[in-house]
């Protein structure tokens, strides 16, 4: 099992700058992928960002150049920098986590507003 704690989310005008961060604990060693997904009201949910085992990172075209995923193995943590943040951008923002297994684990979730 793996378990997810996110933080870091919060009220922000439009153009600033919001880390968010996940701890991961449990079996660390079984996970593949992490990543960032967001959900807007009345949307789906969508891939924001992710890292791999091997560092290499993926993000969704819309927040490319503003926003960076990053993992700190030495604090089992995940962060999602996210700067020139738009009002598009207000959604609950979860952690994943993928295991080789394809097994899923999700966070419970952080709620960040852009304010135009």
């Known amino acids: 099992q793996v378990q997810l704690v996110e933080s870091g989310g919060g009220l922000v005008q439009h153009g600033g700058s919001l880390r968010l961060s996940c701890a991961v604990s449990g079996s660390i060693w079984s996970i593949n992928v992490m990543g960032w997904y967001r959900q807007a009201p009345g949307k789906q949910r969508e891939l924001v960002a992710n890292i791999n085992s091997g560092g290499s990172t993926n993000l969704a075209n819309s927040v490319k150049g503003r926003f960076t995923i990053s993992r700190d193995n030495a604090k089992n943590t995940v962060y999602l920098q996210m700067n020139s943040l738009k009002p598009e951008d207000t959604a609950v923002y979860y952690c994943?986590?993928?295991?080789?297994?394809?097994?899923?684990?999700w966070g419970q979730g952080t709620q960040v507003t852009v304010s135009s």
């Open positions: 994943n986590a993928r295991a080789y297994s394809s097994t899923l684990y």
